[in-house]
C-alpha cells in the first residue's frame, strides 16, 4: 500500500477544504513546550511528520492526548531533554525544539537532524544564533549539546532568512529578560502563525513576517489553544493539479495572500483564477501557456514547496521554460521520474530546463522527496495511461489522504 496508483485524463472538479498548514503545525507543536500549563493544538494534519512530532514530545515525558485532530499537550511532565535520536533522525523539523527546550530548560542535546534529502540541509544559522544568545553548542559524535546559564538577549542577524532558524532564536528568546532583535527574519506566513501562537500564551513578538522580528521575553507563558493557518503548500499543489487536469477547482479555507505568486503564473499561464477572502477558485479550459521562467526565492517569492509540481505542470505547457531552485541544491529527484513519462526535462546545475509537450504516457515511477512525489501524482492525473508511483510514504508526510482528496475531485486513483 505503498504506490499510487493513477489513471490519468480525468478533469478535477469541485470543492476542497484545505487542511492546516504542516510548515506552521511543527514549529507549533515544539512551541508548546515553552509553557507548563495545557496546549490544545486544534485541527492538526493527520500526516507522519506531525504524528511523529508528538510522539517525540511524549518520549520526552510530555503528555499528549490526541481527541480527533485535536492535540492536548502538557509540558510539565517533561523531563528530558534530548531528542530520541531514532525519532530525530526522521524529521528534520524536531531541530525546532531547540529553541523552546533552551528557553525553558537552559539545555538541549539533539542529534544532526534528518529529513529530504533535498540538500543538505545544514544548521550553522540556527546554531550561531543561539551561540550569539549565550548558548555554549558543543558537538560531539553527531550530536549537538547546547546549554546555558541564562539565554542573554541582543540582535542576531541572519546570513540567509531561513525560516528555521529565525523560528528557533524566535522561540529561544521568548522567556529571556530583555529584548531580542532578529535581524534579516523569514518572512514565511508560518512564522507569523507561530508569533501569533505565542502571543496567545502571553509572549511579545512584534515584527513576525517582516524582516526585523523583536522580541520583548516575558517571565511566563500560559496555555492556550490554537488552530494553525491552512497549508499553502497544499493548497498550491491542487491548483496545479486543476491545471494540469483542465478542471475546475474551488479551494475553501486558504489564504489567497499567501499564494499570489503561483496563482500570479497561473493566470499568466491562462488559467482563471478567483480569489475570495477565504476561498479559491481556478478554472483551465486549455494547455496552459509555459510560464518560461520561474526562480524560487524565500517567501514572498515563489516558494521551493511548489517547484517540482510547476516542473511537472510546465511538462505539459505549450512553450519551453527554466526552473531554477535557488534554495536547495538537489530538490531534482522528480525530474528523472518525470522523464520516464515522456517528458522533455533535465537539470543543469540548479536550473531545470523543460520543453513541453502535449501528452506524457503513464510509467511506474518513485517519489524521492515530499514534493517530487506530489508532483509525480499530479503528472499521473495529466498522463494517458497508468502511472505508479512507490514510496508514497514520502508523499504522507505532507499530505493527509492525498489519494481520497483527489478522488473526491473525480481523479482516478487508489493505494496500491
Ligand atoms: C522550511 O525548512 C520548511 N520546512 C521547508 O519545507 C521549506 O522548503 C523551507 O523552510 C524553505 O521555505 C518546515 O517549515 C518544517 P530554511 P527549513 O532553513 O527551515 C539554508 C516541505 O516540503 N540554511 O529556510 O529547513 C538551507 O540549506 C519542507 O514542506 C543554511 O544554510 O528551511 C537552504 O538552502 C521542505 N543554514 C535555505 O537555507 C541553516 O542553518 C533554506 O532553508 C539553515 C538553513
Known amino acids: 500500500m505503498n504506490s499510487f496508483e493513477i489513471i490519468g485524463g480525468n478533469r478535477l472538479t469541485g470543492e476542497l477544504e484545505i487542511d ?25 494534519p493527520m500526516i507522519s511528520d506531525a504524528l511523529k512530532m508528538l510522539d517525540i514530545l511524549k518520549q520526552m515525558g510530555s503528555s499528549v492526548v490526541l481527541e480527533g485532530n485535536n492535540a492536548i499537550i502538557n509540558n510539565s511532565s517533561l523531563e528530558h531533554f534530548e531528542i530520541p535520536k531514532e525519532l530525530e533522525s526522521e524529521i528534520r523539523s524536531s531541530i525546532f525544539m531547540l529553541g523552546p527546550l533552551l528557553a525553558r530548560h537552559k539545555k538541549a542535546r539533539v542529534a544532526y537532524p534528518g529529513g529530504c534529502d533535498i540538500g543538505s540541509r ?44 529565525t523560528e528557533n532564536i524566535m522561540m529561544a528568546s521568548v522567556l529571556s529578560k530583555g529584548r531580542t532583535t532578529i535581524l534579516n527574519a523569514a518572512r514565511e506566513p508560518e512564522i507569523v502563525d507561530l508569533a501569533r501562537f505565542i502571543n496567545s500564551m502571553g509572549g511579545k513578538i512584534y515584527g513576525a513576517g517582516t524582516s526585523t522580528i523583536e522580541i520583548q521575553g516575558v517571565k511566563k507563558l500560559h496555555g492556550t489553544e490554537f488552530r494553525p493557518m491552512s497549508d499553502r503548500i ?7 493539479g486543476t491545471a494540469m487536469t483542465k478542471g475546475k477547482v474551488r479551494l475553501t479555507n486558504c489564504n489567497s495572500e499567501h499564494v499570489y505568486s503561483l496563482i500570479t503564473k497561473l493566470h499568466n499561464s491562462g488559467c482563471k483564477v478567483e480569489v475570495n477572502s477565504d476561498n479559491i477558485y481556478i478554472e483551465c479550459n486549455k494547455r496552459p501557456t509555459s510560464c518560461q521562467s520561474i526562480e524560487t526565492q524565500p517567501y514572498p517569492g515563489f516558494p521551493t514547496d511548489l517547484q517540482a509540481q510547476m516542473v511537472a505542470l510546465e511538462t505539459i505547457s505549450s512553450g519551453t521554460s527554466i526552473v531554477t531552485e535557488n534554495l536547495f541544491e538537489t530538490r531534482f529527484k522528480h525530474v528523472p521520474e518525470l522523464a520516464k513519462m515522456g517528458a522533455n526535462v533535465w537539470v543543469k546545475g540548479r536550473m531545470v530546463f523543460i520543453v513541453g509537450k502535449r501528452n506524457l504516457h503513464g510509467a511506474e ?52
Request: charged content about 20%; overall charge neutral; aromatic content about 4%.
Open 20 to 44: 492546516t498548514s504542516k510548515n506552521a503545525t511543527l514549529p507549533i507543536i515544539a512551541g508548546s513546550i515553552l509553557s507548563d500549563e495545557t496546549v490544545v493544538i486544534k485541527n492538526i
Open 234 to 240: 497544499v493548497a498550491g499543489t491542487f491548483m496545479i
Open 365 to 416: 515511477v518513485s517519489a524521492g522527496d515530499l514534493r517530487g512525489g506530489a508532483a509525480l501524482v499530479l503528472a499521473g492525473l495529466a498522463a494517458r495511461g497508468t502511472t505508479i508511483v512507490s514510496n508514497a510514504h514520502f508523499v504522507d508526510r505532507g499530505y493527509e489522504n492525498l489519494d481520497e482528496k483527489l478522488l473526491a475531485l473525480g481523479a482516478n486513483i487508489k493505494r496500491s
Open 122 to 165: 545544514p544548521i550553522d544559522l540556527h546554531l550561531s544564533g543561539l551561540k550569539s544568545l549565550g548558548v555554549k553548542v558543543e558537538e560531539t559524535h553527531g550530536y549537538i549539546n547546547c546549554e546555558t546559564e541564562r539565554m542573554k538577549c541582543g540582535i542576531v542577524h541572519l546570513d540567509f532568512p531561513s525560516v528555521g532558524a
